[in-house]
Every structure is written in C-alpha cells, then in structure tokens.
C-alpha cells in the first residue's frame, strides 16, 4: 500500500514538472502552485504549446507565466532563460508608467489624471509659452495617446523616413524633443499613438518626488508588490521608461494580477480601484482590431479573439515582439509572455500562443 502511495506521488509530481522548470525554485510565495486541470485547463493542450515551443530553435518565446484564479498553473523558461532572468518589455514599459502614475496619484503628488502636465515641468516653460495651448495637456490625454502633439512612432512606408523614435533617442534632452513637436490637434481630441508621452509622465514625477523615476517606482510602487529587480535603459541623462524597462516574468505577473483585482494586493490597496477600472476601460476605438483605455490595450468587438472568449473584458500590454501581458477578468486569469518576433515563426507569436494555446486550453 505504502509502494502505490510513493508511485502515484511520483506520477503526480512528474506530470507538474512538466508545466515548470526544474528544479521549480522556492523564492516564489506570492501564489499556491497548483495543476492547470485543477481550474479546467486542457493540460494536454498546454503539453503541446510547450513542446511546440521547446523544439523550435527561432520561436521567439521566451518564457511563459500563467496564474489562473489565484494559483500558479504554468511558469516555463526557453532558450536557457530562467526565473531570475530579466527581459526587456518594450512597449510594455508605457503600462507600467501608467501604474506609477496611479501610485504618485494615491500619495497626492499629483493631483489628478485632469490636471495639466504644465505644472509639474516648469522648467520647459518655454515649449509651453512658445505655443500656449499646449498647457492644456492633461495627464489623462498622454495616457489615452490625444496630446495632439504630432508624431510618428515608426519608420518606413512610402517616403521611408525615420521614425519619432529614431530621432527622439538622438536628441540630448527627450523632454524638450516631445514637447518642441507642434500640434496637430487640439489636446483631447484626436487618439494618435505615441509611445514616448511615458516620458513626460515620468519627467513630472521626477519633479515632484525629487529623485529619479526608477527609484519612484521601486520605491514606492513596486516594492508594494514584492518587485525589486527592475532595470530601466539609459541614453545620456534620460530613462527610457517608454520601451526600455526590464524585469523578469514573474515580476510581470504580479503587475497583471494587481490589476486584476483592480488595485488590491492581498487586502491593501495599492492602487485606487477607480484609476484601475479606467485605465483598463474602453476610452477610444482604434481600428476593427483595438480598442485603447490608458496605456493598456483592448479587444474591439470585431477582434477574432473574442470568439475564444464568453465577454469582452480582457486588457492587454504588448511590444514590438513577443512581449505581451494579458488580464482577462471573467477567466481571473493573468498571462504573461517575453520574447522576441523572430521572422519567418509567426505561428508562435505570443498573441497566437496566448489564443489557440492558453484560451484554447479554457474552451
């Protein structure tokens, strides 16, 4: 009897290993480990996605996190990757601004999304005197992408020039880059995406908490939800908090799950439930494909996704690659995904893997 109980602890403990990496470190506590069957996961599915994966040198995925309705379900690492790893996120970084944002609301350094960035960057007075309308910029208009402040965030195209964000991180001063730009709308009116306005948040929260950006967020964000390693890209005197953040994955997890439970990190609230619900809210329809809250990503009720899924509530981060870090409230599930977009493997990009692989394994 003792022998059958031993075989089926070792079955048992063989099959988890193959939805995490061994040894599974012990520095995770954060969430109980449990199977992806334990929550209606089609494991087999997942077995799949993982050898998929695991046998294809370029897929581009770098590692996978999943926590499903409170419980580490899934957490593996390719391409001699680990946990203690940090990836860059890319676009993801604006996401995380936009936390830091919400936080130094909490702690009344700024007043409120609707207050004017003006304020709090006095000294580029001039780009603001030099065209007055300017100083109707809110913070609310950066994170919902309708500064109206002209831009192009990529190169190529007919005329192939340079993007924004080419020229931005040549430029000494990226502060005085984005607001020397002219208006092409007026503040609030028109969405024109623009990853770098993570920038002139991030300026006016170096002003009002007198230290760098980096350490406002570790400090006093972060550190709320046990993330310490967290490396931000300098060129010159400027952090790249708008595609330059790095952190491991299990790290970015627990931003998705803060969000989640729209603010609440284990019975204290961190972020303010309202700031949450908005930034993840609908607030502009993009194309067939999107819709944009602040800083945060959303499904438009043409997007073939939503035939994967029962509501449209999911909200989403993602970079240029196979960064992507996926909330979806109705499943109280969090994805998180790092990588690069390696050509010619686009059946492995994290938006495919996240719908035919993981919601695939929920249907």
Same mark, same amino acid.
């Given at each position: 009897?003792?022998?059958?109980?031993i075989?089926?602890?070792?079955?048992?403990?063989?099959t988890?290993?193959?939805?995490y990496?061994?040894p599974?470190?012990?520095?995770?506590?954060v969430?109980?480990?449990?199977?992806?069957s334990d929550?209606?996961?089609?494991?087999?599915?997942l077995?799949?996605m993982d050898?998929?994966?695991?046998?294809?040198?370029n897929?581009?995925?770098?590692?996978?996190?999943?926590?499903?309705e409170g419980?580490?379900?899934?957490?593996?690492y390719?391409?001699?990757?680990? $946990?203690?790893?940090? *990836?860059?996120l890319?676009?993801i970084?604006?996401?995380?601004v936009?936390?830091a944002?919400?936080r130094?609301?909490?702690?009344?350094?700024?007043?409120?999304?609707?207050?004017?960035?003006f304020k709090?960057?006095?000294?580029?007075?001039?780009?603001?005197?030099?065209?007055p309308i300017?100083?109707?910029i809110?913070?609310?208009?950066l994170?919902a992408?309708?500064?109206?402040?002209?831009? $192009?965030?990529?190169?190529?195209? *007919?005329?192939?020039?340079?993007?924004?964000?080419?020229y931005?991180?040549?430029?000494?001063?990226w502060?005085?880059?984005?607001?020397?730009?002219?208006?092409?709308?007026?503040?609030?009116? $028109?969405?024109?995406f623009?990853?770098?306005?993570?920038m002139?948040?991030?300026a006016?929260?170096?002003?009002?908490?007198?230290?760098s950006?980096k350490?406002?967020?570790?400090?006093?964000?972060?550190n709320?939800?046990?993330?310490?390693d967290v490396?931000?890209?300098?060129? =010159?005197?400027?952090?790249?908090?708008?595609?330059?953040?790095?952190?491991t994955?299990?790290?970015?997890?627990?931003?998705?799950y803060?969000?989640?439970?729209?603010?609440?990190?284990f019975?204290?609230q961190?972020?303010?439930?309202?700031?949450?619900?908005?930034s993840s809210a609908i607030?502009t329809?993009?194309d067939? /494909?999107?819709?944009?809250?602040?800083?945060?990503?959303?499904?438009?009720?043409?997007n073939?996704?939503?035939s994967?899924?029962s509501? /449209?509530?999911?909200?989403?981060?993602? =970079?240029i690659g196979?960064?992507?870090?996926?909330?979806?409230?109705?499943?109280?599930?969090?994805?998180?995904?790092?990588?690069?977009?390696?050509?010619g493997?686009?059946?492995?990009?994290?938006?495919?893997? *996240?719908?035919d692989?993981i919601?695939?394994?929920?249907?």
């Amino acid at each position: 009897m003792k022998q059958s109980i031993i075989i089926v602890i070792l079955i048992g403990l063989g099959t988890m290993g193959c939805f995490y990496n061994e040894p599974v470190p012990s520095d995770q506590n954060v969430w109980p480990v449990a199977m992806p069957s334990d929550f209606g996961m089609n494991e087999e599915l997942l077995l799949t996605m993982d050898s998929v994966i695991s046998i294809s040198p370029n897929s581009g995925i770098s590692s996978i996190v999943i926590v499903k309705e409170g419980h580490l379900v899934f957490e593996k690492y390719y391409n001699g990757t680990d $946990r203690r790893s940090l *990836f860059g996120l890319s676009g993801i970084s604006s996401s995380l601004v936009n936390a830091a944002l919400g936080r130094a609301i909490d702690l009344g350094l700024i007043a409120s999304v609707d207050d004017s960035l003006f304020k709090y960057i006095p000294e580029y007075a001039q780009e603001f005197e030099d065209s007055p309308i300017k100083k109707n910029i809110t913070f609310e208009h950066l994170m919902a992408m309708k500064s109206g402040l002209s831009w $192009r965030e990529f190169s190529g195209g *007919f005329d192939d020039l340079l993007s924004d964000t080419d020229y931005i991180i040549q430029s000494e001063d990226w502060v005085e880059y984005l607001l020397s730009k002219p208006l092409e709308a007026l503040p609030g009116t $028109r969405y024109s995406f623009n990853s770098a306005m993570a920038m002139l948040i991030a300026a006016a929260i170096e002003n009002v908490y007198g230290d760098s950006f980096k350490n406002f967020m570790v400090k006093e964000a972060l550190n709320t939800i046990d993330v310490k390693d967290v490396e931000i890209e300098r060129i =010159g005197d400027n952090e790249n908090v708008a595609w330059g953040i790095s952190m491991t994955t299990l790290d970015l997890t627990k931003i998705g799950y803060l969000y989640l439970e729209k603010g609440d990190w284990f019975g204290r609230q961190v972020l303010d439930q309202n700031y949450v619900e908005s930034s993840s809210a609908i607030q502009t329809h993009v194309d067939f /494909n999107n819709d944009f809250g602040w800083m945060w990503w959303r499904y438009a009720e043409d997007n073939f996704f939503l035939s994967f899924l029962s509501e /449209n509530d999911t909200f989403f981060a993602g =970079g240029i690659g196979n960064e992507r870090l996926y909330i979806v409230p109705h499943l109280e599930l969090v994805v998180a995904v790092t990588g690069v977009q390696i050509e010619g493997n686009f059946s492995l990009s994290a938006p495919l893997v *996240f719908r035919d692989y993981i919601l695939g394994s929920l249907r």
